[in-house]
Nanobody, 120 residues
Framework: QVQLVESGGGLVQAGGSLRLSCAASGRTFSGYYMAWFRQAPGKEREFVAWSGSTTYYANSVRGRFTISRDNAKNTMYLQMNSLKPEDTAVYYC????????????????WGQGTQVTVSS
C-alpha cells in the first residue's frame, strides 16, 4: 500500500504561481511512477504530468508547470507558473508501480486532492 497526501493548493490570481506537494508513505517511493491529475467541476479527471525515468506533460501545461520529486523525502512536487483561470481544479497525485501512461485507470494509488483556484 502507498498513502499519498497532497498539499499546497489555494487561491491565486491569474499569472501567479503555486507549488503543490505530494507526500508518499508505505512503500519505496523511488520505484513508483508518480503523476499529477486534475478535475474541474463537471469535467473528467485529466492528466497533467508524470515522473518516472523521464517527465511528460499535457500540452495544456507544458512550459508552465514543472513536475519534480525528491526520493529522499518521498515527496513529489508540481510547480505551477503563469496560472490561468482554466487551471482551476482539484489536483490529485497518483502512483503506480508499473508504467501507467496518462489514463487515470492505470494508477493504483490516489491522494485526496487539493483545490487550486485561479481568479481572473
Amino acid at each position: 500500500q502507498v498513502q499519498l497526501v497532497e498539499s499546497g493548493g489555494g487561491l491565486v490570481q491569474a499569472g501567479g504561481s503555486l507549488r503543490l506537494s505530494c507526500a508518499a508513505s508505505g512503500r519505496t517511493f523511488s520505484g513508483y511512477y508518480m503523476a499529477w491529475f486534475r478535475q474541474a467541476p463537471g469535467k473528467e479527471r485529466e492528466f497533467v504530468a508524470w515522473s518516472g525515468s523521464t517527465t511528460y506533460y499535457a500540452n495544456s501545461v507544458r512550459g508552465r508547470f514543472t513536475i519534480s520529486r525528491d526520493n529522499a523525502k518521498n515527496t513529489m512536487y508540481l510547480q505551477m507558473n503563469s496560472l490561468k483561470p482554466e487551471d482551476t481544479a482539484v489536483y490529485y497525485c497518483a502512483a503506480s508501480p508499473n508504467f501507467p501512461g496518462i489514463n487515470p485507470g492505470g494508477y493504483n494509488y490516489w491522494g485526496q486532492g487539493t483545490q487550486v483556484t485561479v481568479s481572473s
